[in-house]
């Protein structure tokens, strides 16, 4: 019933940007989409960066200065820019939600962001 798409990978070399995008939905009003979460091969998925509600972001330390997450209210998404990419940030990119009631996480299908060197 819950839906995560996200969009915006791809291949880029070292320095570069991208921004993905994650659109929900189904029963959105049920979730809270919250932020991103990527996995790189042979690595455990870890947190990226995520944003509140009421706006209050918090990053991966490996990413602040060089990652943003904000919120697109016209469009319904939730955006992360990526700039000076490295090839350490190459992973699979995965929106996260949340049910607001019942705490489940939801995953988009990822994306893939490839960081040549």
């Known amino acids: 019933q819950v839906q995560l798409v996200e969009s915006g990978g791809g291949l880029v070399q070292a320095g570069g940007s991208l921004r993905l995008s994650c659109a929900a939905s189904g029963s959105i009003s049920s979730i809270n989409v919250r932020g991103w979460y990527r996995q790189a091969p042979g690595k455990q998925r870890e947190l990226v960066a995520v944003?509140?509600?009421?706006?209050?972001?918090n990053y991966a330390d490996s990413v602040k200065g060089r990652f943003t997450i904000f919120r697109d209210n016209a469009k319904n998404t939730v955006n992360l820019q990526m700039n000076s990419l490295k090839p350490e940030d190459t992973a699979v990119y995965y929106c996260?939600?949340?049910?607001?009631?019942?705490?489940?996480?939801?995953w988009g299908q990822g994306t893939q962001v490839t960081v040549s060197s």
């Open positions: 996260n939600a949340r049910h607001r009631m019942r705490g489940d996480d939801y």
């Open positions: 944003i509140a509600s009421g706006g209050y972001t």
